[in-house]
């Protein structure tokens, strides 16, 4: 134990010394942390759309992909882009799909929205029975948005942004919601209906993997308007684009479609909220590069995602994925851990920035610390020794002051590596001792 004694005096000394620098290095990582707030919620929202729409499954993709780092995407289901918008805005949801050129951006939203890029074009789509086209334009099929005119036709909600579209498209085509029986039945019950032959086309906005286009597309006595005037729709509307459904491409073997078919698209963009965690953008913008990326029916591999002609700023994270993909730390790393560290380098570039200069104070501070404890004897040492040469005839008194301090000095607590002090200061005593007891003798 005597031995050990040295050694805890040496640590808890350590611990006095360096603790206040520990501590305020501890203080400034934890306002780092707190104010840069590196690690994400474990728990987003994601505005969909309908049951079975591609929204819906898109959702569905991205919830499972972020599982995989912890983040639980909790989907809610809307209407549509218009709706999505909506919780956006409210802070209901912190991301959504929303149809580009769909005409509910506002100017405002630009402080509150980003982007995290255009996805996947969304052709428009209008399935029409065969026997609706006979009957009411006795032709087999539909040749223009034009001869829709005494059709029944549901168009969907108001908010999913197919209305306000479909509208824009009968204007140019001198057609008023007088001219047809329209309906805005919900796609679910829409479609029931419509393969019910209660209504006789169905017109809605989707990516080519919605189950339910997929099943339109295959089912007998229903056929999809070949739009042949597509270029001459995307030079009046800026935000339609002209794409092709290739011969064959649902299947290739029944050839089905028999020939090419024009349509016309717009571009699906995920959005989200500027106040979003930035790790969270992160996480999606590198999903959307997995999911989107391949070749599909309207476009090439790595055509999207991309950041053309976005309606509202461009998140940087966003930016970064696309430009430089996967960072580097995260092919290596845990994503919370290489998240972390992303985030808190250059504030830990500042701290040690800050603590170098002061770890160079430290070790004089602990030094004058331990060998201050010696020092201070010493003003009562030279204390004794002035006072003997003015009061001679007290040199008893003063002797036994020294033996005092000598013994008190005896106890004084020093790490090893110091020891020679307390020496020193014991020979300076008996120094002092000898030089009394001369005095005392009258020598």
Same mark, same amino acid.
């Given at each position: 134990m005597?031995r ?33 707030d ?6 987003v ?13 898109f959702?569905?993709r ?7 780092y912890g ?6 289901p809307?209407?549509g ?52 086209a ?40 001198h ?15 829409a479609?029931?209906a419509?393969?019910a032959?209660?209504?006789?086309? %169905?017109?809605? /906005?989707? @990516?080519?993997?919605?189950?339910? &286009?997929q099943?339109? !597309?295959? +089912?007998?006595?229903? $056929? ?15 935000f339609?684009?002209p794409?092709?459904l ?10 089905r ?17 500027s106040?979003?965690h ?21 476009n ?10 976005a309606?509202?700023?461009?998140a ?21 851990l ?10 830990l570039g %500042?701290?040690? /920035?800050? @603590?170098?200069?002061?770890?160079? &104070?430290?070790?004089? !501070?602990? +030094?004058?610390?331990? $060998?201050s ?17 003015a009061?001679a ?13 000598e ?26 001792r ?6 005392e003798?009258?020598?």
């Amino acid at each position: 134990m005597p031995r050990l004694r040295p050694t805890l005096l040496s640590l808890r000394d350590l611990l006095l010394s360096f603790g206040p620098f520990i501590l305020l290095t501890a203080g400034l990582l934890g306002l780092a942390y707190w104010w840069l707030d590196p690690n994400p919620p474990k728990r987003v929202v994601l505005a969909t759309g309908p049951d079975q729409s591609a929204y819906d499954t898109f959702g569905r993709r991205y919830a499972q992909a972020l599982a995989a780092y912890g983040i639980t995407v909790e989907l809610l289901p809307s209407e549509g882009s218009a709706d999505n918008i909506a919780l956006l805005r409210s802070g209901r949801a912190d991301l959504g799909f929303v149809q580009g050129g769909s005409g509910h951006i506002r100017p405002d939203d630009e402080e509150q929205l980003r982007t995290l890029g255009n996805l996947f074009v969304e052709p428009l789509w209008l399935f029409y029975h065969e026997a609706s086209a006979r009957r009411l334009n006795r032709l087999d099929r539909l040749t223009s948005l034009s001869a829709l005119r005494g059709w029944r036709v549901n168009v969907g909600t108001d908010g999913s942004g197919v209305p306000q579209l479909f509208t824009q498209l009968l204007d140019a085509n001198h057609l008023g919601p007088d001219n047809l029986k329209l309906s805005r039945l919900a796609q679910t019950p829409a479609t029931v209906a419509f393969l019910a032959q209660k209504l006789d086309a %169905l017109v809605f /906005a989707s @990516a080519p993997e919605s189950p339910l &286009v997929q099943m339109l !597309l295959q +089912t007998p006595g229903v $056929r999809l308007l070949n739009v042949q005037q597509a270029q001459a729709y995307a030079r009046r509307f800026g935000f339609l684009a002209p794409v092709v459904l290739p011969q064959g491409v649902v299947d290739l073997a029944a050839n089905r479609p028999a020939q090419d078919l024009h349509l016309v698209a717009s571009t699906t963009s995920l959005l989200a909220r500027s106040d979003t965690h930035p790790a969270i953008l992160q996480l999606f913008a590198q999903t959307a590069q997995h999911l989107h990326s391949p070749p599909g029916w309207f476009n090439r591999l790595r055509e999207y995602p991309h950041l053309d002609l976005a309606e509202v700023p461009v998140a940087a994270e966003a930016e970064r994925a696309l430009r430089n993909g996967r960072p580097l730390m995260q092919r290596y790393l845990p994503f919370w851990l290489a998240n972390l560290v992303e985030r808190m380098w250059l504030a830990l570039g %500042l701290i040690i /920035a800050l @603590a170098l200069p002061l770890s160079r &104070v430290l070790p004089p !501070l602990y +030094t004058f610390r331990i $060998r201050s404890r010696v020092f201070r004897w010493y003003a009562e040492l030279r204390d004794i020794e002035t006072r003997a040469e003015a009061e001679a005839a007290a040199i008893d008194g003063l002797l036994r002051d020294l033996d005092t301090l000598e013994a008190r000095a005896e106890k004084i607590p020093l790490p090893l590596a110091y020891t020679d002090e307390l020496y020193a200061l014991r020979h300076h005593i008996e120094l002092v001792r000898q030089r009394l007891r001369r005095l005392e003798g009258g020598g």
